[in-house]
């Protein structure tokens, strides 16, 4: 079976950047839409960022519309998070997710068929 594997999380201080990947083994993303959620200490998993399987359009969550870029590369079926302007509230593990069907339900991870294992991002202060 595939699956999705996060790279690129660590610990960085307020203000950073990091760029997040979501690459896939045994499966074609290309045919996917593609999704960012996280999950802080406590929280429940929450919506960051969704792209469409040909690149457009995007969809971002308010907490990091303007910080936040979401692209992919079909060729190499990865895609990515682009953080930058980090804040101490963006600590979470973030998860990549692949939604087989049509949906402009993008924001709901119930809609998401396949999962990665989670990358985790802290920001210090």
């Known amino acids: 079976q595939g699956q999705l594997v996060e790279s690129g999380g660590g610990l960085v201080q307020a203000g950073d950047s990091l760029r997040l990947s979501c690459a896939a083994s045994g499966r074609t993303l290309s045919r996917y839409d593609m999704a960012w959620f996280r999950q802080g200490p406590g929280k429940e998993r929450e919506f960051v960022a969704a792209i469409r399987w040909n690149g457009a359009p995007t969809y971002y969550a308010d907490s990091v519309k303007g910080r936040f870029s979401i692209s992919r590369d079909n060729a190499k079926n990865t895609v990515y998070l682009q953080m930058n302007s980090l804040k101490p509230e963006d600590t979470a593990v973030y998860y990549c997710?692949?939604?087989?069907?049509?949906?402009?339900?993008?924001?709901?991870?119930?809609?998401?068929?396949?999962w990665g294992q989670g990358t985790q991002v802290t920001v210090s202060s």
């Open positions: 997710a692949a939604a087989v069907y049509y949906s402009d339900n993008y924001y709901n991870p119930g809609r998401y068929n396949y």
